[in-house]
């Protein structure tokens, strides 16, 4: 029996996730699956790790290197209507983990529920929100989370509760291989005041970054006390090129992807960068951007 016996009508073979990306790069994925609800999303994981085939998830790319080769493995993209569900009750707001962000926080902040604007303007879906504590010089999404349902690799569906979940700079101690849901506690507040503030953050960002290019957001990790892209910067490589790559010259921290850039240029940019910084601060930089 074949590992995809009954669940033929959610994979797909070959699936290119460049257009799935934010960088708009990489390879296609061996296997592709869109899970209709939980129950299935568990059974699918099951039959995934009975089978030895690696697991990824994907939300909305947007801190995501796909490398040229692709993905040997099993993709798993939460896009059906069922994992985006909002249920608000309250000050209380249960969300599936496919929900987009850029959406949520604008409903969220329409409704007089603050505690996500913070988060205003950043792209993502609240899953990958989550495994990476989105956050910003505002604020992150750590701190309005009340607690979070996952699957392990196995399948099994369980909740973590705020006491037990540590979110960090750009991390957090979510164990779980796939987010599914997340329960916020948010305050009521003036809509009108929510809406302003959040356009206000928004505007900020809008300012800061180079948004309108194809890019997965800042590319390091700030070291401790310091700022990533301002080292970028000091050591001159705003502007550096690996092939279609390019150091953005409005954000050293972002880089962007032109026209024929291939991810192998993106990730011997990010070498060359890695490489200049240490030499110069001695400054060992880590990479933010997921690479698969
Ligand atoms: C223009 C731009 C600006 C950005 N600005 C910021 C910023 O200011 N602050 C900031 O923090 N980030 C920023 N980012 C990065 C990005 O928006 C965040 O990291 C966001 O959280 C990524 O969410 P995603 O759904 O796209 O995740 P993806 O990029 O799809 O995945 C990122 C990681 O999360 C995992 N993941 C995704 N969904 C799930 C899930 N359901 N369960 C478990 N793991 C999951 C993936 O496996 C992967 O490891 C920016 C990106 C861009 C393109």
């Not at 569906?157 to 037990?164: G, I």
């Not at 979940?165 to 101690?173: C, K, T």
């Not at 890019?215 to 001159?236: R, V």
């Not at 992807?257 to 940019?269: E, K, M, N, W, Y």
Request: charged content about 20%.
């Amino acid at each position: 029996m074949s590992w995809q016996n009954g669940f033929e009508s959610i994979i797909r073979e070959q699936v290119h996730l460049a257009p799935l990306t934010w960088f708009g790069l990489g390879g296609p994925a061996r296997y592709f699956i869109t899970p209709e609800n939980t129950a299935q999303l568990s059974a699918v994981m099951k039959r995934l790790h009975e089978s030895q085939i690696p697991v990824y998830v994907l939300g909305s790319g947007a801190n995501l290197l796909v490398r040229d080769e692709g993905v040997d493995g099993a993709v798993i993209h939460l896009s059906n209507p069922s994992f985006s569900q909002v249920n608000i009750d309250g000050r209380i707001a249960k969300v599936g983990a496919g929900a987009d962000m850029m959406h949520l926080v604008n409903t969220m902040c329409k409704t007089g529920l603050g505690g996500i604007e913070a988060v205003a303007g950043i792209p993502g879906t609240l899953g990958g929100h989550i495994r990476m504590n989105a956050g910003g010089a505002f604020g992150d999404i750590g701190s309005a989370v009340a607690s979070v349902t996952m699957l392990d690799g196995e399948g099994h569906l369980y909740t973590r509760s705020r006491d037990e979940l540590v979110f960090g700079y750009r991390h957090s101690n979510i164990t779980g291989k796939i987010v599914v849901e997340a329960v916020l506690e948010l305050r009521p507040e003036n809509p009108e005041q929510l809406t302003q503030r959040m356009k206000e953050i928004w505007v900020f960002k809008k300012n800061s970054q180079p948004m309108g290019e194809n890019s997965a957001g800042c590319t390091f990790k700030n070291p401790d006390g310091q700022s990533a892209g301002k080292l970028i910067d000091e050591a001159g490589l705003k502007g550096a090129t690996v092939g279609g790559a390019m150091v953005s010259r409005r954000h050293a921290n972002f880089i962007v992807a032109r026209d024929g850039t291939r991810s192998a240029d993106v990730l011997a940019l990010i070498a060359h960068v890695q490489e200049m910084v240490e030499s110069r601060f001695g400054v060992k930089l880590q990479t933010e951007v997921v690479i698969w």
